[in-house]
Each structure stands twice: as C-alpha cells, then as structure tokens.
C-alpha cells in the first residue's frame, strides 16, 4: 500500500529537549515537505527537499532542520523545541514538484 | 508575500444541494490548483487538481479555474452528509512551494 508513515503520532516533551519526527514514504517520490497546521492559518511549509541530500527552507523555517540521506526518508528535527512551536505536523511526498502531495497521518506535537 | 484566501466559513448546505467553495490567489504565476478535503483530526486528502482555465469534473466535484481573475471554485453537487470536512485549497507557483489557502468548513445538515 502505497503510504506517507510518521512517528511518533502524539508526543508531549518540554522545551529545550532535542526531538525529532520521522517520516517515510514508498512510492519513490522525490519530493517531500514538511507542515504545520496552526488553528486558523492553514497548512504552512517548513522545509521541502527535491531529491536526496537537497533541501530548502520553506515559509517557517526557525527552530526546524531536516536531512534527507535517503530518498525514502525526511526527518524533521527541533534541536531546542519551545512552546511557539506546539502544532500539528503534516509530512507530505510528491512524485513531482508541481503533481498532488500525499500526507502523512499527522503529529500532534505539545512542548511545555 | 505569495497568498491564498479562502473564507473560513463555516458553509451550511442542506443534504442535496450544491456547495460552492472559493479560493482566490495573488501569484498570477501559479501553474497548478488544488483541492484537499481534511477531516477532522485527520491528514488532507486530494480531491480534485486543475491546470488549465475553464471546469474540470469528477463525479460529484467540479473545479472552475479562471487565471485572469486569479480564482479557483470547487462545486459539489448532491452534497452530503459525508462531505462535511474542512475544504483546503493550494497553489503551485512554478517553483517548489505549494501554498494552502486556511481551508473553508463545510457542513451539509441531514
């Protein structure tokens, strides 16, 4: 089945305390991004990658970095986590850049 | 700064009937247009894309795209039940960045 995996789901941590969301995709895609999603603004991109060890800032990128060591993989990583940065994150694959995204499942991150 | 707008809503439609959604977009160089359905507590969905001016339909969905007037609508006929979610709309520049409009909450009364 093809599918966008992200883990943890749910993950409750405090501030300062490194972290980091992983994301796996098997459909090939070369291009992956990472979202959050706040109450009333919408989906908005962190980072995106077209392909392996090739990476870009989106429109939020601070306090987030990503790597990208396999085509399949795309970690996001909050090195100093704080509570601005309690949202739900969304990974997403795409077989191109301009073609549909698929989404992960989501996680629902809380720093305290 | 590249933007989607879409009203938030919440739309009430009557089962039946015919939901119209809209987006409208400042980048007049978007290239491709998207429509997510997003259940509560659960990851966007495609529904529909269009590329080029004019309608594109799929079953029950259609997409309008008009690139003069920088708008793009989602219609959904015999709305039901099962179609109340948020509705997401999102752009493509051209580049690598997909935009997504704060999305429009549906909800079709039984």
């Known amino acids: 089945e093809a599918q966008v995996t992200q883990n943890p789901r749910y993950l409750i941590t405090v501030t300062g305390k490194k972290l980091t969301v992983t994301c796996s995709q098997n459909?090939?895609?070369?291009?992956m991004s990472w979202y959050r999603q706040d109450p009333g603004l919408g989906l908005r991109q962190i980072y995106y990658?077209?392909?392996?060890?090739?990476?870009d800032k989106g429109d939020v990128p601070e306090g987030y970095k990503v790597s990208r060591k396999e085509k399949r993989n795309f970690p996001l990583i909050l090195e100093s986590p704080s509570p601005n940065q309690t949202s739900l994150y969304f990974c997403?694959?795409?077989?191109?850049?301009?073609?549909?995204?698929?989404f992960g499942q989501g996680t629902r991150l809380t720093v305290v | 700064q590249k933007e989607v707008e879409q009203n938030s809503g919440p739309l009430s439609v009557p089962e039946g009937a015919i939901a119209s959604l809209n987006c409208t977009y400042s980048?007049?160089?978007?290239?491709?247009f998207f429509w997510y359905r997003q259940y509560s507590g659960k990851s966007p969905e495609l529904i529909m894309f269009?590329?080029?001016?004019g309608d594109k339909e799929d079953g029950r969905f259609t997409a309008q795209l008009n690139k003069a007037s920088q708008y793009v609508s989602l219609l959904i006929r015999d709305s039901q039940p099962s179609d109340s979610a948020t509705y997401l709309c999102?752009?493509?520049?051209?580049?690598?960045?997909?935009?997504f409009g704060a999305g429009t909450r549906l909800f079709v009364k039984a």
């Open positions: 997403a694959s795409s077989l191109e850049r301009q073609s549909e995204a698929f």
């Open positions: 459909m090939n895609h070369e291009y």
């Open positions: 990658s077209m392909n392996v060890e090739v990476t």
């Open positions: 980048d007049r160089g978007s290239q491709s």
């Open positions: 269009i590329y080029s001016n």
């Open positions: 999102a752009v493509n520049t051209g580049g690598f960045k997909t935009i």
